[in-house]
């Protein structure tokens, strides 16, 4: 924001006429009239004049970011900055005009600055909570995506230590105490701290056990948590407590065949699935060296919008990997075949992530590549049938939960029962 100075008063008339004005005024004339009065009243006019340009920097009803939205975005940062800090305003309005400017720099790719932006916006919520005496940090979780997106995630895992240990004596709530749970044991899961990981997902299962009993939340997200659980308990080679997991799994899965939903639900359970299955998907990922990844953990709305893109549009080139290594494996399975499974399955959990987040199309976009991945993965094993087991089980469990999550339980039970035939699980 510019001050020049001395401000001319036809300036000031023409301004008051503006905002005084009975007929529509443009949001661009809003602007120019703000920072003419914020010259004069700053008290009265700074706070209004951040408001009108973030209104400005982005048309909500069309989805449009106006063409200078990065400089619409530092001068509504400059000039809540400017307001007096003994108003009482001034620290939420702050933040609200570094939300938007971090957003902005993350969408153009400048990372670094961004981050700095949410370190600023943690400092303020810090304050807050202080002066409060409130454990829950505004901005924690912003800051916590942010350093994972970055490979930080120990650091990442700290901060959401501190953000479930504060909202955790709050119970499950509407529900907010589970997804933190989730970002949480992703956080610790990525860091390397197995065991930690472990415990926190045990808490999901707890949570999501005690939601689907007293019918505050869906027999669904339940069973989605418990085979997260046990193919994290898999890995650790934990084979006795997994078998029991999947267990009272496929109990959780009968009784939807048999019934269905103890009762009617929101479609936040697809999201649920959706954020475990892009979990479970990282395994299969291989990243390049300097490439953000996502916060899993998080929901897509979560990530930074730069992370988001890459994620999204990474989809492309996977298909043509995938096209190249099914002529190659067509010709050379032995080399060829367990490679194309793994990029089917990246392609396959991207997209899925992307439609439900998108448009809750998912069941309609991607059902044949959860069927690709089934059949790709079985070819795999017939060529292979002692050491390729694992890759089948995988994409049956992959295409079970998707069932589910499109309402489809029964076909959901006959692949989860065919994965346990695999596991020598089905007595």
């Not at 749970?181 to 299962?205: M, R, T």
Request: proline share 4%; aromatic share 8%.
């Amino acid at each position: 924001m510019k001050h020049s100075g001395k401000v001319d008063q036809d300036d000031i008339v023409w301004a008051r006429n503006v905002l005084l004005a009975s007929g529509r005024r443009t949001e661009r004339e809003e602007v120019d009239a703000y920072r003419v009065l914020a010259q004069v009243g700053p008290a009265a006019y700074l706070p209004r004049l951040v408001s009108a340009l973030l209104s400005l920097s982005y048309d909500t009803a069309r989805g449009e970011r106006h063409p200078a939205c990065l400089a619409l975005r530092e001068e509504a940062v400059t000039a809540a900055r400017a307001v007096d800090p003994a108003d009482s305003a001034r620290a939420d309005l702050l933040y609200r005009a570094l939300d938007g400017y971090q957003r902005e720099l993350y969408t153009l790719g400048r990372r670094a600055e961004g981050l700095a932006a949410r370190a600023e916006m943690l400092s303020i919520g810090r304050a807050q909570a202080a002066a409060s005496g409130d454990l829950t940090v505004k901005g924690l979780r912003d800051w916590a995506a942010g350093l994972s997106e970055e490979g930080r995630h120990a650091e990442a895992a700290d901060s959401l230590t501190e953000w479930v240990t504060a909202i955790r004596p709050d119970g499950p709530g509407d529900g907010s105490l589970a997804w933190s749970l989730l970002e949480w044991a992703a956080a610790l899961d990525a860091a390397g701290l197995a065991d930690q990981a472990g415990a926190a997902f045990e808490e999901i299962v707890s949570t999501e056990t005690a939601d689907a009993a007293n019918a505050r939340g869906p027999m669904a997200c339940h069973l989605y948590a418990l085979i997260r659980y046990a193919q994290m308990l898999d890995t650790r080679r934990q084979r006795e407590q997994a078998t029991s997991v999947r267990r009272e799994a496929l109990a959780v899965l009968t009784e939807l065949a048999a019934t269905g939903e103890r009762k009617s639900w929101s479609d936040y359970q697809a999201s649920f699935w959706s954020v475990l299955l892009a979990i479970s998907g990282a395994e299969s990922e291989r990243w390049a060296p300097r490439d953000p990844r996502p916060p899993f953990g998080a929901k897509p709305g979560q990530w930074s919008p730069d992370a988001r893109r890459r994620y999204f549009d990474g989809r492309e080139a996977l298909r043509e990997e995938k096209d190249t290594l099914a002529q190659r494996a067509a010709m050379d399975p032995d080399r060829h075949l367990a490679e194309l499974v793994r990029v089917h399955r990246v392609l396959t959990v991207r997209s899925a992530v992307y439609w439900e987040f998108q448009t809750h199309l998912f069941p309609e976009r991607t059902h044949l590549l959860f069927d690709e991945g089934v059949d790709l993965a079985r070819r795999l094993f017939e060529h292979h049938p002692a050491h390729e087991a694992p890759a089948l089980v995988t994409a049956l469990m992959d295409r079970s939960t998707f069932r589910a999550a499109a309402m489809e339980f029964g076909p959901a039970l006959d692949d989860f029962s065919q994965a346990l035939h695999l596991l020598g699980e089905a007595g």
